[in-house]
Antibody
Framework: QITLKESGPTLVKPTQTLTLTCTFS??????????VGWIRQPPGKALEWLAL???????RYSPSLKSRLTITKDTSKNQVVLTMANMDPVDTATYYC???????????WGQGTLVTVSS | EIVLTQSPGTLSLSPGERATLSCRAS???????LAWYQQKPGQAPRLLIY???SRATGIPDRFSGSESGTDFTLTISRLEPEDFAVFYC?????????FGQGTKLEIK
């Protein structure tokens, strides 16, 4: 049974760096073809893909946010960490992590965590 | 970057009716790597369709997907009360793995 759960601060100040952790179970990020991605959703708005890391440490980023994002994995802890620098109120959103395998879409999602950016 | 444009923005229908949702890609989607998700308020998205036309595990057969070139369609043959939600398409074949802006399916 695959599960994912996001954790991190619920409130950050403008210009701060956000660090989110996705802790998962039921699969390993050392298995060929496996990836974990991050997606966010501002309140009342659409989904936006942010970043993805694969089992072989290949990393992909949204071009519009690439300069602010870093994605890393800790295979031994079954965790993926996303950092986003220079947070702004427009970054207020629910942040989700999700699993994908090979050429499949995101088939398992975490429950999401709401991050508010405010001074 | 592949831009996905969904239409209509809102669709108002009654239970028992047929729903047709559209997703148009700005360029070819590699290997039909187009997915549909359903999202209900306060919940994470749920995968419905992958590969443009294959149902994900546990998805009822009233949900179907099709493609014609860069146009993709999600059809719900006979709406059940639990089907009303927001639906998103996503292309997952080429980074960045973009989403459409969503279609809200509401009860008429």
């Amino acid at each position: 049974q695959i599960t994912l759960k996001e954790s991190g601060p619920t409130l950050v100040k403008p210009t701060q760096t956000l660090t989110l952790t996705c802790t998962f179970s039921g699969f390993s990020l050392s298995t060929s073809g496996v990836g974990v991605g991050w997606i966010r959703q501002p309140p009342g708005k659409a989904l936006e893909w942010l970043a993805l890391i694969y089992w072989d440490d290949d990393k992909r980023y949204s071009p519009s946010l690439k300069s602010r994002l870093t994605i890393t994995k800790d295979t031994s802890k079954n965790q993926v960490v996303l950092t986003m620098a220079n947070m702004d109120p427009v970054d207020t959103a629910t942040y989700y992590c999700a699993h994908r395998h090979l050429a499949a879409p995101f088939d398992y999602w975490g429950q999401g965590t709401l991050v508010t950016v405010s001074s | 970057e592949i831009v996905l444009t969904q239409s209509p923005g809102t669709l108002s229908l009654s239970p028992g009716e047929r729903a047709t949702l559209s997703c148009r890609a700005s360029q070819s989607v590699s290997s039909s790597h187009l997915a549909w998700y359903q999202q209900k308020p306060g919940q994470a998205p749920r995968l419905l369709i992958y590969g443009a036309s294959s149902r994900a595990t546990g998805i009822p057969d009233r949900f179907s997907g099709s493609e014609s070139g860069t146009d993709f369609t999600l059809t719900i043959s006979r709406l059940e009360p639990e089907d009303f939600a927001v639906f998103y398409c996503q292309q997952y074949g080429r980074s960045p793995y973009t989403f459409g802006q969503g279609t809200k399916l509401e009860i008429k």
